[in-house]
């Protein structure tokens, strides 16, 4: 167990819809980190979030958004969902920036697009 | 841009033999390499890193080995076993907000 939630585990929705996944990062981590990985795919980064503000941003489509709030936990907001979303989405978590930490993954949350 | 290579993709190995995955890099400002074994419908866990000021770190059955002039730096496991089997990911750090992911290799360790 790494010490970070994601929830919910698994999501189904339909096509056009929006959806929120929620991430809680280990206690004291003040990075928290978006990952898409699709079916037999690799890690893609989509942002990076350092103690409620957006440090980094990879490969996230505008209909992607995403924020940390004061208590640290942070939110990905997926809308005008498309069936190629489908994919497991990975928070991970690191105590510091400026440095290379090492990113604590959670166990995802996998959506479904119908 | 910055990438990370990852080779082989897919790695089959029989029960007690070793295997060995190698990752290319290509920010020679990296100086954190981290690895990854993704199990089946979990996240991502760390097995073993390695900094730039050190070439080579072990912890039991696993080692990493790291040069930096040719800006590679490979996972090797021993004495297989079927539990290893997973995808496993190396990925390169250079210390601000970038880390770069391989691609991934799929390791099989038929008994």
């Known amino acids: 167990d790494s010490g970070v939630t994601q929830t919910p585990k698994h999501l189904i929705t339909a096509t056009g819809q929006r959806v929120t996944l929620r991430c809680s990062p280990r206690s004291g981590d003040l990075s928290v980190y978006w990952y898409q990985q699709s079916l037999d795919q690799g890690l893609q980064f989509l942002i990076q979030y350092y103690n409620g503000e957006e440090r980094a941003k990879g490969n996230i489509l505008e209909r992607f958004s995403a924020q940390q709030f004061p208590d640290l936990h942070s939110e990905l907001n997926l809308s005008s969902l498309e069936l190629g979303d489908s994919a497991l989405y990975f928070c991970?978590?690191?105590?510091?920036?400026?440095?290379?930490?090492?990113?604590?993954f959670g166990p995802g949350t996998r959506l479904t697009v119908l | 841009g910055e990438n990370v290579e990852q080779h082989p993709s897919t790695l089959s190995v029989q029960e007690g033999d070793s295997a060995v995955i190698k990752c290319t890099y290509s920010?020679?400002?990296?100086?954190?390499f981290p690895w990854y074994k993704q199990e089946l419908g979990k996240g991502p866990q760390l097995i073993i890193d390695i900094r730039s000021n050190v070439g080579e770190k072990k912890d039991q059955r696993i080692a990493v080995t790291l040069n930096k002039t040719a800006k590679h730096f490979s996972l090797h496991i021993t004495e297989t076993q079927p539990e290893d089997s997973a995808v496993y990911f190396c990925a390169a750090s250079t210390g601000g907000f970038k880390t770069i992911f391989g691609a991934g290799t799929r390791l099989f360790v038929k008994a």
């Open positions: 920010d020679s400002a990296s100086n954190y």
């Open positions: 991970a978590s690191s105590p510091r920036r400026g440095i290379a930490d090492t990113q604590y």
